[in-house]
C-alpha cells in the first residue's frame, strides 16, 4: 500500500491506484489469486475512500444548509405573493383608468348641457 492510498483524509488518485495495482499484478504474488487480492484491496481503498466522503461536511454545516433552504423557500413565497400583488395592482390601475375615462366621457357629454343641475355643478 502507498503512502497516499494508506493516509486518511487524502484522496488516491486513479494514476497511484492504477500504478500500484499494475505494480501488485506485475509482482511476487503473479497468477489468478495475485489478481484477486489486487481486486480484493482496491475493493476495499474504494470501500474507504467512499467511507471518507460521508464525513466531508460536518453535522454543524448541513444544518446550517437546511435552515439556508427554509429560509430561502420562505423568502420564495415571499416574492410570489409580491408578484401576485404587482399583478393585481397593475389590474387596478387599468380599470382606474378605464373609468376615468368613462366618467370624463360621460360628463362631457351633450346631454349633461340639457339638464337643469348638470352633475359638474354637482361636484
Not at 5 to 33: C, D, E, I, M, N
Not at 75 to 103: C, F, K, T
Not at 104 to 118: D, G, R, V, W
Amino acid at each position: 500500500m502507498t503512502a497516499a492510498a494508506g493516509s486518511p483524509g487524502r484522496a488516491v488518485s486513479a494514476k497511484t491506484l492504477g500504478s500500484t495495482l499494475a505494480a501488485s499484478t506485475v509482482g511476487a504474488l503473479g497468477g489468478f489469486k495475485g489478481a484477486q487480492v489486487v481486486s480484493l484491496r482496491a475493493a476495499e481503498r474504494e470501500k474507504r475512500y467512499w467511507e471518507r466522503l460521508t464525513t466531508a461536511v460536518s453535522d454543524k454545516v448541513i444544518r446550517v444548509w437546511g435552515r439556508l433552504e427554509s429560509q430561502l423557500e420562505n423568502y420564495h413565497s415571499l416574492l410570489v405573493q409580491r408578484s401576485e400583488g404587482l399583478a393585481a395592482i397593475s389590474s387596478l390601475q387599468q380599470q382606474n383608468d378605464e373609468l376615468r375615462m368613462l366618467l370624463n366621457q360621460y360628463l362631457n357629454s351633450k346631454i349633461n348641457t340639457e339638464l337643469k343641475i348638470p352633475p359638474t355643478a354637482a361636484l
